[in-house]
């Protein structure tokens, strides 16, 4: 996409974009949001940003959906036609095979009513199985939506002259019949629409197969099949498991009654890798997650629920954790606005970003005069801000292309030591230089047994990227050459990273491709001449066979290297400087900190609640929530009278057995109370076995303990 | 009565009991008639078209859609009634006493009958429902009927006694030469349907009018299909899918219409391996028309391969559970389950622990094993398990060492959404109970995709 546009785009949904609302929650936090924070600019530049990230989801949304969406559309119009199996009573239905991610399949439902809503029917209604334990309240809502749905519809539809019923159909008089009535004399009795195409089908959609009591549903379909001949209804199944968990669920009368075609909707995992590759890992996204934390979402997403709703909610929140408050963040924006905010920055803005760790390995590099200039002039401190920032931006537009890049040519290789897909790559690059790593050095070398076939392909696609990468920037490019020129002339520079970078690899992978597919014919020349010509790209496979024959007999003779090998191996390693010129891990960069969220632990620890081992901190260890002064404990097994008496108790049972008795564990209790009292005495106050009771209460309450019934004085521990 | 009998072809017997039974005007009509049967015995065809032919009053009521009797009420007030108006109907009384006033408003004598379709629904309402509408005319002053079609037999409504005996009529099954009979009448939409779908030159158009062409055919179709399927209405589909397949080849010039070995030998393994796909109805409607905007290579070509690949999930669970996309952490919880379900409490310490001791093997317990081998756990069914149990197996399975986290919890809810585990929704506390319901296959193939051998802690196996 377009920077320029991006960035008109992202001020638009601006003024606008929040009036569709994201979440129930967030709305009602607004407001707050807005008063408190509208006036920075780190909250700006977020809501920006977010903007802009949420308009590309919806983008890919549609383009994604479209597809599966529009067939399901086609479906359902064309069912109407076939007559003559809804005259036997048999149901139209489609069913969505949508994969085991819940959360997601919300948006995709809405998104296919919108669409049927537009260009099919009004009549839908979508019924989740919370709203249908039984078969009455399964009937009642879907009759109520399909009716209502309607005349909440034909109040824009001003000139249909059949007026509605303005008395309202209770709930409970939402009968099959009163839909058929309700049908028969909204299609049959004004004779003038026979301009009407065909009856509208009314379209009844449930979208979680599974959750569904089978028996409700059988009888759903059965009382839908004996009116099927006077309305055409259609049936949408939202299956989240596979086809056979309908037919399992449905026994054979009522399967027969139902006409099922199947649509495949993507696997979560594709769509994942979709989002993440086409929206955040991208140079246009400036918000850039870490290796660390971007490898603990997708794992979240991998490992416990294969939804993309969650993993884009996650990534919401490290935005919100990395803006929050700090007006350093502003600057991660787009490139045209970097200019006008850094002169916006305050003196105490600037000097926390000169407080950057990263600052200091760039200071090293300059000269003395520039350093004290640095920290001294805070105009001077700006523009080189600028021309860093924007050499990062530069590195992120070549690095992400690299990596692009360096995923066409390792995705086919055996073993897959770094992965397939851009996420997997990326997690490997950003963490470290990937270069230097073994795993890297292993693709390489194995790279250079590559077949010709394979390599001219790969360098083909290669070529693909970088091209679509160049058509990208070029419209950009009078902004970027001018501020470069502006202060080249004092600062230490070795800007060959960028676009010039990007079209000099251009030329090169050219050179090397067109040497590559020549290569092929130098290696006939050494054993005889053939004189056709087969540089055209159709003759490669044949000749690969060739090649390989001409090898197999090189090698029997003595390994004298073709021209191919000879080719292939200096492109490897001309692919290896070119990889550790462009991958360079993020870290090594100047003010990364700006654009590069990194704090793991913190999102782990927000994003991931675990309730037990919360529970536990507490109980063995309230400091960490009750900051006091007073239960600092030398150990977390140690004991002082001074912690909250559940604490305690709770203390005391981890060193029990399956069983507790009730008198020792207070006998106990009392010990740490009283220290210095008898030993009789102490339990007998009354204030110590009331404190004591308590808490044992509590803790029964917190499922910890319960009562034991063979031993009416002992407990017995849950957990361990 | 000559023409009923074309319309509802081979059920000559019953039309003549239903018509002895209602057929005379001025005569009273029956208490009650009860007529059952199995599915697809044309029971409601052969009433309504008796009903229609004797044009009395008659409402019909499925009663499945019955959920309250309520509905069954209003409907049959509204059915009476002449004009439209709202009926308003609760209880039994007002229904009777609805009657009554119609009866002196606009009826009189004049032959009511009630037709209850798929009456065995009925006895999930209250129990007396049924048999007040079994002696519904002694109630009111009408002369009415009810009609109770079912399929099941008579016996298995159980009323108290006191009950007035209807009269039974029973529609047996159509036998293998009514089944032809039938079918070949509906030769002229078959053929119609195929000349929709495929373009055919007038000459082979007229070799498949031929009526011998589909006798023929009919009869391979039967032999097949006669033993597994007496639902003439699934029959009757299955004709028509094959009967496509079956004159393809001669559209296409392949074999003649009159070579019937050939035929026979091309249409053979079709049949069989359309038989597991009886009852299934599947739509196999080519997307028509794809609208030009959009032609991918890849959606035209699913549903092809989809047919096959149904196939085979139905039959193996093993492609089935692979097509299957689980989260990582969800497949061994689904294991967990599963060795939950399927070993008992007793061996967990030996199955899951590193240094769980060594047991001896006593000679009693050895036999005893022996003897009780045809009930392995396996065999006998899940048992059900406490969440605790599960998360400690499915700890004990894993290598990594993950915490307890919420995302883990949220997955249990999900399995048992999914219908890969069953128990209560809720969560309760103390004792929230489950039971893994996959086999073990199933479990074997999810195991495979996640390394993990199965049968190494399934105390059966040891």
Same mark, same amino acid.
């Given at each position: 996409m377009?920077?320029?546009?991006?960035?008109?785009?992202?001020v638009?949904?601006?003024?606008?974009?929040?009036k569709?609302?994201?979440?129930?929650?967030?709305?009602?936090?607004?407001?707050?949001?807005?008063?408190?924070?509208?006036?920075?600019?780190?909250?700006?530049?977020?809501?920006?940003?977010?903007?802009?990230?949420?308009?590309?989801?919806?983008?890919l949304?549609?383009?994604?959906?479209? &597809?599966?969406?529009?067939n &399901?559309?086609?479906?359902?119009?064309?069912?109407?036609?076939?007559?003559?199996?809804?005259?036997?009573?048999?149901?139209?239905?489609?069913?969505?095979?949508?994969?085991?991610?819940?959360?997601?399949?919300?948006?995709?439902f809405?998104?296919?009513?919108?669409?049927?809503r537009?260009?099919?029917?009004?009549?839908?209604?979508?019924?989740?199985?919370?709203?249908a334990?039984? $078969?009455k309240?399964?009937?009642?809502n879907?009759?109520?939506?399909?009716?209502?749905g309607?005349t909440?519809?034909?109040?824009?539809?001003?000139?249909?002259?059949?007026?509605?019923?303005?008395?309202?159909?209770?709930?409970?008089?939402?009968?099959?019949?009163?839909?058929?009535?309700?049908?028969?004399?909204?299609?049959? #009795?004004?004779?003038?629409?026979?301009?009407?195409?065909?009856?509208?089908?009314?379209?009844?959609?449930?979208?979680?197969?599974e959750?569904?009591?089978?028996?409700?549903?059988q009888?759903?379909?059965?009382?839908?099949?004996?009116?099927?001949?006077?309305m055409?209804?259609?049936?949408?199944?939202?299956?989240?498991?596979?086809v056979?968990?309908?037919?399992?669920?449905?026994?054979?009368?009522?399967?027969?009654?139902?006409?099922?075609?199947?649509?495949?909707?993507?696997?979560?995992?594709?769509?994942?890798?979709?989002?993440?590759?086409? $929206?955040?890992?991208?140079?246009?996204?400036?918000?850039?997650l870490?290796?660390?934390?971007?490898?603990?979402?997708?794992?979240?997403?991998l490992?416990?629920?294969?939804?993309?709703?969650?993993?884009?909610?996650?990534?919401?929140?490290?935005?919100?954790?990395?803006?929050?408050?700090d007006?350093?963040?502003?600057?991660?924006?787009?490139?045209?606005?970097?200019?006008?905010? $850094?002169?916006?920055?305050?003196?105490?803005?600037?000097?926390?970003?000169?407080?950057?760790? #990263?600052?200091?390995?760039?200071?090293?590099?300059?000269?003395?005069?520039t350093? $004290?200039?640095?920290?001294?002039? !805070?105009?001077?401190?700006?523009e080189?801000l600028?021309?860093?920032l924007?050499?990062?931006?530069?590195?992120?537009?070549?690095?992400?292309?690299?990596?692009?890049?360096?995923?066409?040519?390792?995705?086919?290789?055996?073993?897959?030591?770094?992965?397939?897909?851009?996420?997997?790559?990326?997690?490997?690059?950003?963490?470290?230089?990937?270069?230097?790593?073994?795993?890297?050095?292993?693709?390489?070398?194995?790279?250079?047994?590559?077949?010709?076939?394979?390599?001219?392909?790969?360098?083909?696609?290669?070529?693909?990227?970088?091209n679509s990468?160049?058509?990208?920037?070029?419209?950009?490019?009078?902004l970027?050459?001018?501020?470069?020129?502006?202060?080249?002339?004092?600062?230490?520079?070795?800007d060959?990273?960028?676009?010039?970078?990007?079209k000099?690899?251009?030329?090169?992978?050219?050179?090397?491709?067109?040497?590559?597919?020549?290569?092929?014919?130098?290696t006939?020349?050494?054993?005889?001449?053939?004189p056709?010509?087969?540089?055209?790209?159709?003759?490669?496979?044949?000749?690969?066979?060739?090649?390989?024959?001409?090898?197999?007999?090189?090698?029997?003779?003595?390994? &004298?290297?073709?021209?191919?090998?000879?080719?292939?191996?200096?492109?490897?390693?001309?692919?290896?400087d070119?990889?550790?010129?462009?991958?360079?891990?993020?870290r090594?960069?100047?003010?990364?900190?700006?654009?590069?969220?990194?704090?793991?632990?913190?999102?782990?620890?927000?994003?991931?609640?675990?309730?037990?081992?919360?529970?536990?901190?507490?109980?063995?260890?309230?400091?960490?929530?009750?900051?006091?002064s007073?239960?600092?404990?030398?150990?977390?097994d140690?004991?002082t009278? #001074?912690?909250?008496?559940?604490?305690?108790?709770?203390?005391?049972?981890?060193?029990?057995?399956?069983?507790?008795?009730?008198?020792?564990?207070?006998?106990?209790?009392?010990?740490?109370?009283?220290?210095?009292?008898?030993? !009789?005495?102490?339990?007998?106050?009354?204030?110590?076995?009331?404190?004591?009771?308590?808490?044992?209460a509590?803790?029964?309450?917190?499922?910890?303990i319960?009562s034991?019934?063979?031993?009416t004085?002992?407990?017995?521990?849950?957990?361990? | 009565m000559?023409?009923?009998?074309?319309?509802?072809?081979?059920?000559?017997?019953?039309?003549?009991g239903?018509?002895?039974?209602?057929?005379?005007?001025?005569?009273?009509?029956?208490?009650?008639?009860?007529?059952?049967?199995?599915?697809?015995?044309?029971?409601?065809?052969?009433?309504?078209?008796v009903?229609?032919?004797?044009s009395?009053?008659?409402?019909v009521?499925?009663?499945?859609?019955?959920?309250?009797?309520?509905?069954?009420?209003?409907?049959?007030?509204?059915?009476?009634?002449?004009?439209?108006?709202?009926?308003?109907?609760?209880?039994?009384?007002?229904?009777?006493?609805?009657?009554?006033?119609?009866?002196?408003?606009?009826l009189?004598?004049?032959?009511?009958v009630?037709?209850?379709?798929?009456?065995?629904?009925?006895?999930?309402?209250?129990?007396?429902?049924?048999?007040?509408?079994?002696?519904?005319?002694?109630?009111?002053?009408?002369?009415?009927?009810?009609?109770?079609?079912?399929?099941?037999?008579?016996?298995?409504?159980?009323?108290?006694?006191?009950?007035?005996?209807p009269?039974?009529?029973?529609?047996?099954?159509y036998?293998?030469?009514?089944?032809?009979?039938?079918?070949?009448?509906?030769?002229?939409t078959f053929?119609?349907?195929?000349?929709?779908?495929?373009?055919?030159?007038?000459?082979i158009?007229?070799?498949?009018?031929?009526?011998?062409?589909?006798?023929?055919?009919?009869?391979?179709?039967?032999?097949?299909?006669?033993?597994?399927?007496?639902?003439?209405?699934?029959?009757?589909?299955?004709?028509?899918?094959?009967?496509?397949?079956?004159?393809?080849?001669?559209i296409?010039?392949?074999?003649?219409?009159?070579?019937?070995?050939?035929?026979?030998?091309?249409?053979?393994?079709?049949?069989?391996?359309?038989?597991?796909?009886?009852?299934?109805?599947?739509?196999?409607?080519?997307?028509?028309?794809?609208?030009?905007?959009?032609?991918?290579?890849?959606?035209?070509s699913?549903?092809?391969?989809?047919?096959?690949?149904?196939?085979?999930?139905?039959?193996?669970?093993?492609?089935?559970?692979?097509?299957?996309?689980?989260?990582?952490?969800?497949?061994?919880?689904?294991?967990?389950?599963?060795?939950?379900?399927?070993?008992?409490?007793?061996?967990?310490?030996?199955?899951?622990?590193?240094?769980?001791?060594?047991?001896?093997?006593?000679?009693?317990?050895v036999?005893?094993?022996?003897?009780?081998s045809?009930?392995?756990?396996?065999?006998?069914?899940?048992?059900?398990?406490?969440?605790?149990?599960?998360?400690?197996?499915?700890?004990?399975?894993?290598?990594?060492?993950?915490?307890?986290?919420?995302?883990?919890?949220?997955?249990?809810?999900?399995?048992?959404?999914?219908?890969l585990?069953?128990?209560?929704?809720?969560?309760?506390l103390?004792?929230?109970?489950?039971?893994?319901?996959?086999?073990?296959?199933?479990?074997?193939?999810?195991?495979?995709?996640?390394?993990?051998n199965?049968?190494?802690?399934?105390?059966?196996?040891?």
């Amino acid at each position: 996409m377009d920077t320029t546009a991006s960035v008109s785009k992202g001020v638009f949904l601006f003024t606008n974009g929040f009036k569709k609302g994201k979440g129930i929650k967030k709305k009602s936090e607004q407001p707050l949001f807005e008063k408190m924070f509208m006036k920075e600019p780190w909250y700006e530049t977020y809501k920006q940003n977010w903007n802009y990230i949420e308009q590309q989801l919806q983008d890919l949304h549609h383009k994604s959906y479209s &597809v599966l969406l529009n067939n &399901v559309v086609d479906y359902i119009k064309y069912s109407g036609i076939n007559e003559t199996a809804t005259l036997e009573g048999v149901i139209p239905s489609a069913t969505l095979l949508t994969g085991v991610n819940q959360p997601d399949h919300v948006s995709q439902f809405t998104a296919l009513i919108d669409i049927i809503r537009d260009e099919v029917t009004p009549h839908v209604a979508l019924v989740n199985s919370q709203d249908a334990p039984s $078969i009455k309240h399964l009937v009642e809502n879907t009759v109520w939506q399909l009716i209502n749905g309607k005349t909440a519809l034909e109040n824009y539809d001003e000139e249909d002259e059949h007026i509605s019923p303005t008395k309202k159909l209770r709930k409970s008089q939402c009968t099959m019949k009163a839909l058929k009535n309700w049908y028969e004399s909204r299609h049959q #009795s004004p004779t003038k629409k026979k301009t009407l195409p065909l009856k509208k089908p009314l379209v009844i959609i449930i979208p979680d197969f599974e959750s569904f009591n089978c028996s409700v549903l059988q009888d759903f379909v059965m009382i839908v099949s004996g009116y099927v001949s006077i309305m055409p209804i259609v049936l949408v199944f939202g299956v989240a498991t596979s086809v056979s968990a309908l037919h399992n669920s449905f026994p054979y009368h009522v399967s027969s009654k139902l006409l099922i075609k199947v649509f495949h909707s993507h696997s979560s995992v594709v769509y994942m890798n979709q989002v993440l590759e086409d $929206i955040f890992l991208t140079h246009t996204c400036p918000f850039q997650l870490s290796g660390k934390a971007f490898e603990l979402l997708t794992d979240v997403f991998l490992f416990y629920d294969f939804s993309v709703t969650g993993l884009i909610q996650s990534i919401k929140y490290c935005m919100m954790e990395h803006f929050y408050g700090d007006n350093l963040q502003s600057l991660c924006c787009d490139r045209e606005q970097l200019e006008e905010l $850094i002169m916006k920055l305050s003196a105490e803005d600037l000097e926390s970003i000169r407080q950057l760790m #990263s600052f200091r390995p760039f200071l090293e590099q300059q000269d003395c005069r520039t350093k $004290i200039k640095l920290f001294e002039d !805070d105009n001077f401190f700006r523009e080189a801000l600028y021309h860093e920032l924007d050499r990062h931006h530069d590195y992120l537009y070549s690095f992400y292309m690299c990596l692009r890049l360096l995923c066409v040519f390792v995705k086919d290789l055996p073993k897959n030591t770094l992965g397939k897909t851009v996420r997997e790559i990326y997690t490997k690059c950003s963490a470290e230089c990937v270069t230097e790593t073994t795993a890297f050095k292993d693709c390489m070398q194995l790279l250079k047994f590559q077949s010709q076939f394979k390599m001219v392909e790969s360098i083909k696609n290669a070529l693909k990227i970088i091209n679509s990468y160049l058509q990208v920037v070029s419209p950009v490019k009078p902004l970027l050459t001018s501020p470069t020129k502006n202060n080249s002339n004092n600062l230490s520079l070795n800007d060959d990273l960028g676009q010039n970078f990007v079209k000099s690899l251009r030329v090169h992978l050219l050179t090397f491709l067109r040497q590559i597919e020549n290569a092929n014919t130098e290696t006939t020349v050494l054993t005889n001449v053939s004189p056709e010509a087969d540089g055209n790209d159709e003759n490669v496979p044949g000749n690969r066979y060739k090649l390989k024959e001409k090898l197999l007999k090189a090698t029997r003779v003595d390994r &004298v290297q073709s021209e191919f090998e000879m080719v292939r191996s200096r492109f490897v390693s001309y692919l290896e400087d070119m990889f550790s010129k462009g991958l360079q891990s993020a870290r090594t960069q100047p003010f990364h900190e700006i654009l590069l969220f990194t704090d793991v632990s913190n999102v782990r620890k927000n994003i991931i609640g675990s309730p037990r081992g919360a529970v536990h901190t507490a109980l063995s260890n309230p400091v960490h929530y009750l900051q006091c002064s007073c239960c600092q404990l030398p150990s977390s097994d140690s004991v002082t009278e #001074s912690l909250p008496d559940v604490c305690l108790a709770y203390k005391l049972h981890r060193e029990c057995g399956m069983y507790i008795n009730l008198y020792d564990w207070l006998q106990a209790f009392a010990t740490v109370l009283h220290p210095d009292e008898e030993d !009789d005495q102490r339990h007998q106050h009354p204030l110590t076995q009331l404190r004591f009771t308590r808490a044992v209460a509590e803790l029964q309450f917190l499922g910890f303990i319960k009562s034991y019934k063979r031993k009416t004085d002992h407990v017995m521990r849950l957990t361990w | 009565m000559e023409e009923l009998q074309n319309k509802v072809p081979c059920r000559e017997e019953q039309l003549n009991g239903l018509f002895n039974l209602l057929g005379d005007g001025d005569e009273c009509l029956p208490c009650s008639i009860f007529i059952s049967g199995s599915m697809a015995t044309g029971k409601t065809l052969c009433i309504n078209a008796v009903l229609r032919c004797l044009s009395y009053k008659h409402v019909v009521i499925d009663c499945i859609e019955c959920y309250t009797p309520k509905i069954i009420f209003e409907t049959i007030l509204s059915g009476l009634e002449d004009e439209e108006i709202e009926v308003k109907c609760e209880t039994m009384m007002d229904l009777v006493n609805g009657l009554n006033r119609l009866q002196e408003a606009q009826l009189g004598y004049n032959p009511i009958v009630l037709v209850f379709d798929r009456a065995e629904r009925l006895r999930n309402l209250d129990a007396n429902i049924m048999s007040a509408f079994l002696k519904l005319r002694e109630l009111c002053n009408l002369n009415i009927c009810c009609i109770f079609v079912t399929h099941l037999i008579y016996e298995s409504f159980n009323f108290r006694r006191g009950v007035r005996e209807p009269i039974k009529l029973y529609f047996s099954n159509y036998n293998k030469e009514e089944l032809f009979k039938i079918i070949f009448l509906q030769q002229k939409t078959f053929i119609h349907h195929l000349l929709v779908t495929y373009e055919v030159d007038n000459e082979i158009k007229g070799e498949l009018e031929k009526p011998e062409l589909f006798a023929n055919f009919l009869n391979a179709f039967l032999s097949v299909f006669y033993r597994p399927c007496r639902d003439l209405i699934e029959l009757q589909h299955m004709a028509c899918v094959n009967f496509m397949k079956y004159c393809e080849p001669i559209i296409k010039n392949e074999i003649s219409a009159m070579d019937l070995t050939k035929l026979w030998r091309h249409i053979s393994p079709i049949l069989k391996s359309s038989l597991e796909l009886l009852y299934l109805r599947l739509s196999d409607a080519k997307a028509v028309k794809p609208s030009p905007g959009k032609e991918n290579s890849d959606t035209d070509s699913i549903p092809h391969n989809f047919e096959n690949m149904l196939k085979e999930e139905l039959t193996s669970t093993k492609t089935f559970a692979q097509s299957f996309e689980l989260p990582y952490y969800a497949k061994f919880l689904l294991i967990a389950a599963y060795l939950a379900s399927y070993n008992s409490p007793m061996e967990d310490k030996r199955l899951f622990m590193k240094n769980h001791g060594k047991q001896r093997k006593r000679l009693q317990q050895v036999k005893a094993k022996a003897k009780i081998s045809e009930k392995l756990n396996t065999q006998l069914g899940p048992k059900v398990f406490t969440l605790h149990r599960l998360l400690a197996i499915f700890y004990a399975i894993l290598e990594e060492k993950i915490g307890l986290t919420s995302n883990l919890l949220a997955q249990i809810a999900t399995l048992v959404e999914l219908k890969l585990i069953a128990g209560s929704k809720e969560i309760d506390l103390d004792t929230a109970k489950y039971k893994c319901i996959v086999g073990y296959d199933f479990i074997s193939a999810v195991a495979q995709t996640v390394g993990f051998n199965v049968r190494k802690y399934l105390y059966d196996f040891m």
